[in-house]
């Protein structure tokens, strides 16, 4: 990914690694440190988790665990640049966050309307951006500097 693409779509896509790795890094220690107050507080006082399920500590912890594994794989991808890495972190990300967003979009009741739009917007970049970066890394064909191809492009052997 680093050696074909443009300076500037590699270092718009590490941000965007960087920064779900980062969210998910925030949410899972959050979640790790303090359980009770992910429950009750998260985001931002706002309560979205708490309008759902009922508490549990067991399960709060094992999802803070699991988003600090997706923090991981993805600041990896991010650190590394390489293209099967990259892809599978943001395919592991996308198993998460497509189930995720899909729950709350039919479960979106309790909220206020300035609380369902940015839970919306929120989850749907969490599907958009990764989406976004696979189709950056697979779905457009790049085409090699210098002397062309007798087809007009030369092909990553990596593909």
Known sequence: MATSSSALATTYSIWKLVGLGTLQAVNGLYALIAPR????????GRGWVAALPQYSEHLVRDVGGLFLATAVVLLAAAVYL????????????????????????FNLEPYSTADL??????????????ALLLYLLYGIPERAPGPAAADGA??????
């Open 117 to 130: 739009l940015a839970n919306v917007l929120g989850l749907g970049a969490m599907v958009v951006v990764p």
């Open 82 to 105: 390489e293209r099967r890495l990259v892809a599978v972190a943001l395919i592991a990300f996308l198993a998460f966050s497509l189930p995720h967003s899909i729950f709350h979009a």
């Open 154 to 159: 030369r092909r990553d052997p990596a593909r």
């Open 37 to 44: 107050s992910f429950y009750d507080d998260y985001p931002f």
